[in-house]
């Protein structure tokens, strides 16, 4: 996804659209979605027995020097409220869910299910282990509300706080190990959804850039998704 593309002004709001083939509703009316697409009955018993451990992987870094560059001059603009890189990451997953709504999906038993609201969970660790609060139309909020309610959340869920529509309900899964020094992990899909994201710290790094070697800020992710659905 394009993280350059974030606006920083709490001027995107992204309407709903609902591929034709599918009836789509707000994830919140219905427990993991409703209105599945169903999948072929003629769809070999190998890949409806696949194990539920990481699936394939797609690994790459970036260069965020224009990430880092709109952090900085957000950070300049807002008044208490320092915006982090993982707001810019589920800003952009969120933005890019939405462009490529055949991610924003589930794999059930007979059929898969696609969302028409973009939730994403974010993974939080705490005392108690592994928790990922939910956040709600991520994709309709702007970097300063992601921001505040992921703050929110992290706290209550470390408090054993959060309420089960807190999390529960996501369709796409953010993890982030980056402040623990770690370049690049792979990450285990949490069922029912299709995909994770694994984000790594902003280390320096060789780089060829016009045939010469060169450092540069190097940012890793690591996408692991349901080769089922996608």
Not at 2 to 12: E, G, N, R, W, Y
Not at 44 to 61: H, K, N, S, T
Not at 81 to 98: G, P, Q, W
Request: hydrophobic fraction near 45%.
């Amino acid at each position: 996804f394009h993280l350059v593309s974030v606006q920083i002004a709490d001027q995107q709001r992204v309407g709903i659209a609902c591929p034709g083939r599918i009836s789509c509703q707000p994830r919140h009316q219905r427990p993991r979605g409703l209105d599945p697409l169903l999948i072929p009955a003629a769809l070999p018993i190998a890949l409806i027995g696949v194990a539920r451990g990481p699936g394939p992987q797609v690994l790459d870094g970036i260069g965020p020097l224009a990430l880092l560059a709109a952090r900085a001059q957000a950070n300049e603009l807002l008044d208490g409220l320092k915006l982090s890189v993982n707001d810019f990451v589920v800003k952009a997953a969120a933005l890019a869910l939405r462009k490529h709504p055949a991610v924003n999906a589930a794999w059930m038993e007979n059929a898969i299910r696609r969302y028409r609201d973009v939730d994403i969970s974010v993974a939080v660790a705490t005392p108690g282990g592994l928790i990922t609060p939910v956040l709600h139309n991520a994709d309709a909020k702007t970097l300063r509300v992601i921001s505040a309610e992921m703050r929110a959340l992290a706290a209550r869920a470390k408090e054993g706080k959060l309420r089960p529509e807190e999390f529960q309900g996501g369709g796409f899964t953010i993890s982030n190990l980056g402040m623990h020094g770690v370049d690049i992990f792979i990450p285990i899909i949490n069922p029912p959804e299709c995909a994770i994201l694994g984000v790594g710290r902003i280390a320096k790094k060789p780089v060829v850039v016009d045939e010469n070697v060169t450092i540069r800020n190097i940012i890793s992710f690591s996408l692991v998704f349901d080769h089922r659905i996608i």
